[in-house]
């Protein structure tokens, strides 16, 4: 299965605090008990359940690589009382105010093959052709994004259009791109743009920040290292080291590249220009 659905029980957990957060971080780091087998990356949404109106509340991916065995964690709001249920950790990245969940109604007309009323779903399959249904349904109550707001809300665009890239959630964490920026500065690590420069005050600080690790090398037990694990770069360098790759180019690969990168086919190039790209090169460093 591409997609599953979890229980999200607000008496478990504090519902706008949760949101609150989100509007700081985009992250919710949970844990949910699952039936079988569930892999890294498969699509999360979330139903509240309860006595406040049941009805789809959120959307998240799916962290863990497998699912593991053991008592729940007091981090998630899923978690039961069975000591040996199967847990996989989730990246809840979008989630409803209480009180605008979707209603089962309008879930059960726009997609009649899934099960809306009955007991906690604790990983119930969605087919492909549901999981689309429910993503265009989401569309007209998704939560503006949080800390970028040039993305798309979670769980609005067709899931043939995504590549997974669930660890940028970590540099959404604002202590940890505090760290990394105070260690390596606020200029594009790849390129060395720095927002400041180009915009003034209004980029003063900004920057968004990458992380070094693939997504696939993360387990449960993962601990963020904000020094080691993540640098700054640039809008234009952080698509580029993700565009055409499951392995994001590292920082030296993005320099390289940069340094590489001449000009378009039978474009006429100028002294000046030769010597701007051979100062750029010297400013880049050694590759």
Not at 42 to 50: I, N, P, R
Not at 66 to 94: F, L, M
Not at 252 to 269: H, M, Q, Y
Request: glycine share 12%; net charge negative; hydrophobic share 40%.
């Amino acid at each position: 299965m591409s997609a599953i659905i979890l229980g999200w029980d607000p008496d478990r957990w504090n519902h706008q605090a949760a949101v609150e957060r989100f509007a700081a971080t985009g992250l919710h780091l949970g844990r949910w008990s699952v039936r079988g087998q569930v892999d890294a990356g498969t699509d999360v949404w979330l139903l509240l359940e309860g006595d406040r109106g049941r009805g789809l509340i959120g959307h998240g991916v799916v962290l863990s690589e497998q699912p593991e065995e053991g008592p729940p964690s007091s981090a998630g709001p899923g978690a039961g009382p069975d000591s040996t249920a199967v847990y996989v950790q989730v990246a809840v990245d979008s989630l409803l105010p209480p009180g605008e969940q979707i209603a089962v109604g309008l879930l059960a007309e726009a997609v009649p093959g899934i099960p809306w009323e009955a007991g906690e779903p604790a990983g119930l399959g969605v087919e492909p052709a549901d999981e689309a249904a429910i993503r265009a349904l989401w569309r007209n109550y998704a939560p503006p994004p949080g800390p970028d707001p040039t993305l798309p809300a979670p769980g609005t665009y067709p899931q043939h259009a995504v590549t997974r890239a669930v660890v940028n959630r970590y540099e959404q964490d604002p202590d940890a791109r505090r760290a990394c920026l105070a260690h390596h500065g606020t200029s594009c690590a790849a390129c060395g743009f720095s927002f400041e420069q180009k915009y003034g005050g209004i980029g003063t600080g900004f920057i968004p920040v990458h992380h070094l690790v693939p997504a696939a090398l993360l387990g449960g037990s993962y601990e963020l290292d904000p020094l080691a694990d993540l640098v700054p770069l640039c809008a234009n360098c952080h698509a580029m080291a993700h565009i055409g790759v499951e392995t994001p180019r590292t920082v030296a690969e993005l320099r390289r590249i940069i340094a590489d990168a001449g000009f378009l086919p039978g474009a006429t190039v100028t002294d000046e220009q030769l010597e701007a790209q051979r100062q750029a090169r010297q400013l880049l460093g050694p590759q």
